[in-house]
């Protein structure tokens, strides 16, 4: 099994990106998937989760309002719309399956290799 996550890139603030999660061995319509990043020096950070079963999604609370998580079921593929990027959002961005629930989500099961997002101007 084998995510990857794709469509990272250099934008200036304010920008947007949209990242995108394929999986390999397995199909991401039934389980729940996270987006996660680190940045250098910082630990890595949740920043959206979504439920396969009834679509509830959380986010961490600098992404939300900017952020948007979707799910492709048939495509068995998910993605973070991320709008109005910051000089605090630069990171690795990886997705994984996870957990996700109202008081926290982490990665649980399997992940990949991220994709780089860079702001700057």
């Known amino acids: 099994v084998q995510l990857q996550a794709s469509g990272g890139g250099l934008v200036q603030p304010g920008g947007s990106l949209r990242l995108s999660c394929t999986a390999s061995?397995?199909?991401?319509?039934?389980?729940?998937v996270g987006w996660f990043r680190q940045a250098p020096g910082k630990e890595r950070e949740g920043v959206s989760c979504?439920?396969?079963?009834?679509?509830?999604?959380y986010y961490e609370d600098s992404v939300k309002g900017r952020f948007t998580f979707s799910r492709d079921k048939a495509k068995s593929t998910v993605f973070l719309q991320m709008n109005d990027l910051k000089p605090d959002d630069p990171a690795v961005y990886y997705c994984?399956?996870?957990?996700?629930?109202?008081?926290?989500?982490?990665?649980?099961?399997?992940w990949g290799q991220g994709t780089q997002v860079t702001v700057s101007s």
């Open positions: 994984a399956t996870a957990f996700c629930t109202f008081n926290g989500m982490g990665p649980r099961g399997y």
């Open positions: 979504s439920s396969y079963s009834d679509g509830t999604t």
């Open positions: 061995g397995l199909s991401l319509a039934y389980y729940n």
